[in-house]
Nanobody, 122 residues
Framework: QVKLVESGGGSVQAGGSLTLSCAAT????????MAWFRQAPGKEREGVAGFNNNGVGYTADSVKGRFRISKDSATFTLNLLMDRVEPEDTGMYYC????????????????WGQGIQVTVSS
């Protein structure tokens, strides 16, 4: 079973920064596509950023230029660096992984973390 452990959420003021981390096993980190998704109150879940298992990275247009996705091979962690956050970035953020996942289509991911709350105040 794939285990994904999210950390780093919390409250931040608009314009600030926050880093989310998703820890996985070495096997998952190397062989699976991994991505961050988010769900704002009253809205559907959407893709934010991630890496395919071939190393190709994806970032949603809504956060491009503000958020950056990175992989830490020493700790098998997928990191989402969030800069210049906006109140619209508020929501539950989920880490997902799948051996056959691709891009930011949530239907292609079958393994999900518990989610972590991010709240941006204006």
């Amino acid at each position: 079973q794939v285990k994904l452990v999210e950390s780093g959420g919390g409250s931040v003021q608009a314009g600030g920064s926050l880093t989310l981390s998703c820890a996985a096993t070495e096997y998952t980190f190397i062989r699976y596509s991994m991505a961050w998704f988010r769900q704002a109150p009253g809205k559907e879940r959407e893709g934010v950023a991630g890496f395919n298992n071939n190393g190709v990275g994806y970032t949603a247009d809504s956060v491009k230029g503000r958020f950056r996705i990175s992989k830490d091979s020493a700790t098998f962690t997928l990191n989402l660096l969030m800069d210049r956050v906006e109140p619209e970035d508020t929501g539950m953020y989920y880490c997902a992984a799948d051996r056959r996942g691709s891009g930011l289509d949530q239907d292609q991911y079958n393994n999900w973390g518990q989610g972590i709350q991010v709240t941006v105040s204006s």
